[in-house]
T-cell receptor
Framework: DTEVTQTPKHLVMGMTNKKSLKCEQH?????MYWYKQKAKKPPELMFV???????INESVPSRFSPECPNSSLLNLHLHALQPEDSALYLC????????????FGQGTRLTVV | QKEVEQNSGPLSVPEGAIASLNCTYS??????FFWYRQYSGKSPELIMF????GDKEDGRFTAQLNKASQYVSLLIRDSQPSDSATYLC?????????????FGIGTKLQVIP
């Protein structure tokens, strides 16, 4: 089983709203990731959690706030987003060891109005 | 110089032919290499993962890695229309337990029936 589950699949939110994206995996993976992907562009890394600790923050604006409640769950809290934040948000996970692969969830299509 | 370079395409091949997708990278110390297939509007799906020099075969797919020349390629034999997608090359320079992959821009493959 290489399944990473993301909810919701689609989200429309206003610029004053607060919402959260959720990601779950039950593969025992110890590294989890958030990526942002705009149309016709490759995924851009936002955050990496390794063993439930934030290891990488790629200078992401504070209106995006990640959270890793346990080794299976990853959240991305959204607040005061801008229309240019509209994108496909992808969660991924990997074993957390050298030379292992990462698997992506189905993504959340976010539209900010 | 871009860290991971791919020709954006489109690469058009007739059904049944071999599709050859190429990727070069700039960080000589890169550890592991991935090919993801991404259909329009969907999330990336892992196709191949390689970290040792040489060839790795999985069904109709063969990944080839040459660290001395800093390139990795993906061959798709007996190409099918369902293989039409964007193929993302990803390179992990990290020697740590998580990935900080850099994606290429992706090559769009069109398989003509």
């Amino acid at each position: 089983d290489t399944e990473v589950t993301q909810t919701p699949k689609h989200l429309v939110m206003g610029m004053t709203n607060k919402k959260s994206l959720k990601c779950e995996q039950h593969m025992g993976h110890r590294a989890m990731y958030w990526y942002k992907q705009k149309a016709k562009k490759p995924p851009e890394l936002m955050f990496v959690y390794s063993y439930e600790k934030l290891s990488i923050n790629e200078s992401v604006p504070s209106r995006f706030s990640p959270e890793c409640p346990n080794s299976s769950l990853l959240n991305l809290h959204l607040h005061a987003l801008q229309p240019e934040d509209s994108a496909l948000y992808l969660c991924a996970s990997s074993q957390g060891r050298l030379n292992t692969e990462a698997f992506f969830g189905q993504g959340t299509r976010l539209t900010v109005v | 110089q871009k860290e991971v370079e791919q020709n954006s395409g489109p690469l058009s091949v007739p059904e049944g032919a071999i599709a050859s997708l190429n990727c070069t990278y700039s960080d000589r110390g890169s550890q592991s290499f991935f090919w993801y297939r991404q259909y329009s509007g969907k999330s990336p799906e892992l196709i191949m993962f390689i970290y040792s020099n040489g060839d790795k075969e999985d069904g109709r797919f063969t990944a080839q890695l040459n660290k001395a020349s800093q390139y990795v390629s993906l061959l798709i034999r007996d190409s099918q229309p369902s293989d039409s997608a964007t193929y993302l090359c990803a390179v992990n320079p990290s020697s740590g337990g998580y990935q900080k992959v850099t994606f290429g821009i992706g090559t769009k493959l069109q398989v003509i029936p």
